[in-house]
């Protein structure tokens, strides 16, 4: 989807700019005067100013979106297809009966016009997406409005020549949309509480007529309350490219519930809802993992972390991480299994023939934090490998040091790691490169559905 989102505040900087740049410098002649003026903005945006200002004048104030990547009071965006971008202006009038104002201006050569009015009642504009649903090139305006502390409603406009056409009208916690049934247009689910309080996604697709109308409905394992704090919303895939969202809600007892939808026969449908318990089967210790594509083959994986013993008796725990992927019919097979350091923000593959063989142990000193693999032999350990995240600022004469080698350079951490001696008697050891090939940086994800 191709979007451009501006604030209108850089217009005149943007502008000035381009007045101040080139390979060549005019001769210019100023007077005094000149030396304290700036160059005049564009017709059309005074012209927008002047009308902004006329709200305002009206008793209206500014009130921008709360939530979102869409936050700013005035933004300017193509909504039409056109190649020019209108100007979409947020504002309260405590005054009026429904005081919350989608004001959209539509641009044209040399001025903009007030052309499209969206009203709403609540608290505020919590948020606003903007989205081809359809793939006719124009956006469709998907707003989060706030209506009391505890409720939120989502409607979803389509611009048409007739005016703003309100396709949806739903109480939501999260919403998503995402080409479930694979026919080139984005459905819509939507996330909320049933009247019993409990989870439930309505599936939104489209009809014949070009409405956008409630299909289905899935039930979830997890509550609101859970979805809302911790958890998330992933659009991925299942085994054989199929669409899938994942609900992943977190529990008070620090526990991962995930829910996987699809679309089956044209209906949503939860994938791993158990018909015994009635809630998904997939559940397991809670530890800031979320489902993602974690070997890059396509296909989303769901984290479980298993605690593993260090099968000597005084030794601790520590947590590795298998991932599974899943079929249409809601089978799970492994995929992968990792050790995940989630305080410094990295994570190992771990190959197949390490498993109850090796253990982790972390440590810190000042400046750094060091994870050593170590192999277990009877009674005994002997450290093979370690990985060090090195921070201050004498971390580039730190990162080498000894037989430390660069596995990652960030702008205020590097990784290094180091093949320690039993590495190269063990039958399972490594090389550096392969070292260099299992490492990844834990990266922050784009969240689905809460806009």
Known sequence: MHKILRNLTLVGMIFLASMLSGCTIPKLTLNSEDLYSLPTLPAKYTELNTQLNEILESGAEYAAPTSGANIQSVQLVDLDGDGREEAVAFFRNAAEEKPLKIYIFTATEDSYQKTELIEGSGTG??????????????????????ATTELQVLEVYALRPGGAALLVRSDYVKYTAMDLDQDQRQELVVLHADEGGDGVADYYSWQEDGSLASQSSARLSVTMA???????????????????????GVTDASRAVTDIL?????????????????????????????????????????????????????????????????????????????????????????PEEWLNHIWVGRATMTDEAAVTFYILDGEAMEPFLRITAITGSSRENRAVRGGRFLLSRQSEVIYTAELLDANDTWQYGVTADEVREAFSLITSEWSAGDY
Request: hydrophobic share 35%.
């Open 125 to 146: 504009i919590y948020s606003i997406a903007y989205t081809d649903l359809d793939g006719d090139g124009r956006m469709e305006l998907l707003v989060g409005w706030k």
């Open 226 to 248: 859970e979805l809302n704090q911790q958890g998330r919303v992933t659009q991925g895939k299942l085994q054989e490219e199929v669409p899938a969202l994942f609900v992943t």
């Open 262 to 350: 699809s679309v089956r026969n044209g209906e949503l449908t939860n994938v791993v809802l158990s018909d015994l318990t009635g809630v998904s089967g997939e559940i397991a210790p809670f530890c800031s993992l979320y489902p993602s594509d974690i070997n890059n083959d396509g296909l989303t994986e769901v984290p479980s972390p298993i605690q593993v013993s260090s099968m000597m008796e005084t030794g601790a725990a520590y947590q590795r991480v298998d991932w599974y992927a899943y079929n249409a019919g809601g089978q799970s097979s492994l995929a992968l299994h990792t050790y995940h350091d989630v305080e410094d923000r990295w994570y190992l593959r771990l």
